[in-house]
């Protein structure tokens, strides 16, 4: 991460509660989302992070994934939350599961940062369950 990517990030994040667990990712999520919040959504995430979404579409760094949320924003959708799973950590990595309320399943990584925060680094929204 550049200086510069370092500086907007810290700026988006003091806008924005700051993940404590991993699961507070999922939570801020379908909070943000319904409330058409784009930038809350990219600050979710790392600025090289990975977003498999649409599904067969993959968006890497913050501007494609900022992209990809303006137009499912644009649809309004209400999402209501899934059942998430207890995450798996090591050290400063942790996988994070969803199950839906249509039956699919998320799959994220998440990364502590060094203020003891959490971004994800790679999001996997639909796995068919």
């Not at 600050?43 to 599904?55: K, Q, S, T």
């Not at 998430?84 to 249509?102: E, K, S, V």
């Amino acid at each position: 991460m550049t200086h510069e990517e370092a500086l907007t990030h810290r700026e988006t994040a003091t806008q924005h509660e700051a993940a404590t667990e991993p699961n507070d990712l999922g939570r801020y999520f379908i909070e943000r989302a319904n409330a058409g919040d784009v930038d809350g959504l990219v600050a979710l995430y790392e600025p090289d992070a990975v977003l498999a979404f649409p599904p067969g579409s993959l968006a890497t760094g913050h501007a494609r994934i900022r992209q990809v949320y303006e137009q499912f924003v644009a649809a309004a959708p209400v999402l209501e939350p899934g059942r998430q799973h207890p995450p798996l950590i090591t050290g400063d990595l942790a996988l994070t599961a969803c199950t839906l309320t249509n039956g699919e399943i998320t799959a994220e990584i998440a990364r502590r940062q060094p203020d003891g925060s959490w971004l994800w680094v790679a999001d996997q929204p639909a796995i068919t369950s």
